[in-house]
């Protein structure tokens, strides 16, 4: 509890509101970028053919990106809120939905790099079987 009455930590909270907003903002500009990808002409650069396909994949991919990023972003600037509120009016019940969110964050997060280091192994993989095919 000591930390909680350092005077020092409120002032951090609003750092953590602005990287939490600044989550949403970049969630929007990539979800954006998912919609309009075609007309910056990035699709046809990752492929030699104008396949309908690559552009959905592409546009799936990063939509899901933005989409991860947006709940990334909803949890830490909830955390913070609620902390926020806690502090002002020493509501135990605002500290705990604060913590059973930075909770949620920690364990999406873990989720996320589990899923991320999954997906390498299955990358290294699946060069590792080219390359040797290759020969």
Request: with cysteine; proline share 2%; aromatic share 14%.
């Given at each position: 509890?000591?930390?909680?009455?350092?005077?020092?930590?409120?002032?951090?909270?609003?750092?953590?509101?602005?990287?939490?907003?600044?989550?949403?903002?970049c969630?929007?500009?990539?979800?954006?970028?998912a919609?309009?990808?075609?007309?910056?002409?990035?699709?046809?650069?990752?492929?030699?053919?104008d396949?309908?396909?690559y552009?959905?994949?592409?546009?799936?991919?990063?939509?899901v990106?933005?989409?991860?990023?947006?709940?990334?972003?909803?949890f830490?600037?909830?955390?913070?809120?609620k902390?926020?509120?806690?502090?002002?009016?020493?509501?135990?019940?605002?500290?705990?939905?604060?913590?059973?969110n930075?909770?949620k964050?920690?364990?999406?997060?873990?989720?996320?790099?589990?899923?991320?280091?999954?997906f390498?192994v299955l990358?290294i993989?699946?060069?590792v079987?080219?390359?040797?095919?290759?020969?």
């Amino acid at each position: 509890m000591i930390l909680l009455h350092n005077p020092i930590f409120p002032k951090r909270l609003n750092g953590v509101i602005f990287l939490g907003i600044m989550g949403f903002v970049c969630s929007g500009i990539v979800a954006l970028m998912a919609i309009f990808a075609k007309y910056t002409n990035t699709i046809n650069s990752f492929s030699d053919t104008d396949s309908p396909a690559y552009e959905i994949i592409f546009r799936v991919t990063i939509f899901v990106v933005a989409v991860v990023n947006f709940f990334l972003a909803l949890f830490l600037y909830r955390f913070a809120q609620k902390m926020k509120i806690a502090l002002q009016t020493s509501d135990q019940l605002s500290l705990n939905e604060s913590f059973l969110n930075l909770k949620k964050l920690y364990k999406f997060a873990g989720i996320l790099t589990i899923v991320y280091l999954a997906f390498l192994v299955l990358m290294i993989i699946v060069i590792v079987v080219i390359a040797l095919s290759s020969r």
